[in-house]
């Protein structure tokens, strides 16, 4: 589970990205007990999905020439100039430069070396996401990637993580990740190499957040039913708990998960 969204390199916000706000919102809602609140006509449709009055993530539409419906996940920053620099120099791209979220604070949108897109968020008047870890809110993130060894190097690089490898059996290593000199008080989200046969499927690099849940079986039935589609079905993981992974109505992937008690 997520440990700190406080520490410079954690994950502090996720939003989604969509061509059809209203039916995303519609699919999330129905999902999981959601409420959406729009940032206002100047925000051009954004705006804030909330559990019980608190922020657990956003959505958007989509603002890039070609971009697929997908999750995104923001890091937090002191200084997302600086940032910007660093991706850069470790092989990185910008996608979106540095700008200045009315007074709520500045972000940055970035493209990995293996093509996993990210964004970072430097705090303004909005901290962050205000629930994580409960029923209805992101409990984890995960980075699939064609170089897991690349991708190490490049976060360590640009946001200071350290990264621990927990080996799966069968030749698959997992690496949990997080801000350096935490351990795991600070552990955000794990990462692993795609399979060969999956990249010869298609599969790119990319991150999903995970969605903590009541059931997990229950929320695939009922995200089947709302127009998901599932590309792992429920599954047990031994210390982790029972997990799905879904690609909501319009492809962007996402997980559920009901954590194993301690």
């Not at 409990?139 to 990264?163: N, P």
């Not at 599969?203 to 229950?218: A, G, K």
Request: hydrophobic share 40%.
């Amino acid at each position: 589970m997520l440990t700190s969204t406080q520490v410079p390199g954690g994950l502090n916000w996720l939003d989604l990205g969509t061509p059809d706000i209203d039916a995303a919102v519609a699919f999330y809602t129905g999902l999981f007990g959601w409420q959406f609140q729009s940032a206002g006509p100047e925000a051009g449709g954004y705006g804030f999905f909330q559990k019980d009055g608190r922020t657990v993530g956003a959505a958007g539409p989509l603002t890039e020439e070609g971009a697929s419906s997908a999750w995104t996940v923001y890091f937090r920053t002191v200084d997302a100039d600086a940032t910007a620099k660093s991706v850069e120099q470790a092989g990185g791209s910008v996608r979106v430069p540095p700008s200045q979220v009315f007074t709520a604070g500045r972000m940055a949108a970035f493209t990995d070396p293996t093509g996993a897109d990210f964004a970072v968020w430097e705090p303004g008047d909005t901290d962050g996401l205000e629930r994580v870890n409960d029923p209805g809110s992101v409990s984890w993130i995960e980075l699939y990637t064609t170089d897991a060894a690349a991708a190490k190097a490049f976060y360590g690089s640009v946001l200071s993580w350290e990264t621990r490898d927990m080996p799966m059996g069968g030749g698959i290593v997992y690496s949990i990740a997080g801000p350096a000199g935490g351990g795991e008080q600070t552990m955000h989200g794990g990462l692993m190499e795609l399979p060969q046969e999956n990249r010869d499927a298609g599969s790119t690099s990319e991150w999903h957040p995970y969605v903590e849940v009541e059931d997990c079986d229950v929320t695939v039935a009922k995200a089947q039913e709302l127009g998901a589609t599932v590309i792992i079905p429920a599954t047990d993981g031994e210390g982790v708990g029972r997990f799905a992974m879904m690609l909501d109505p319009f492809g962007a992937p996402f997980a559920v998960i009901k954590s194993a008690t301690a």
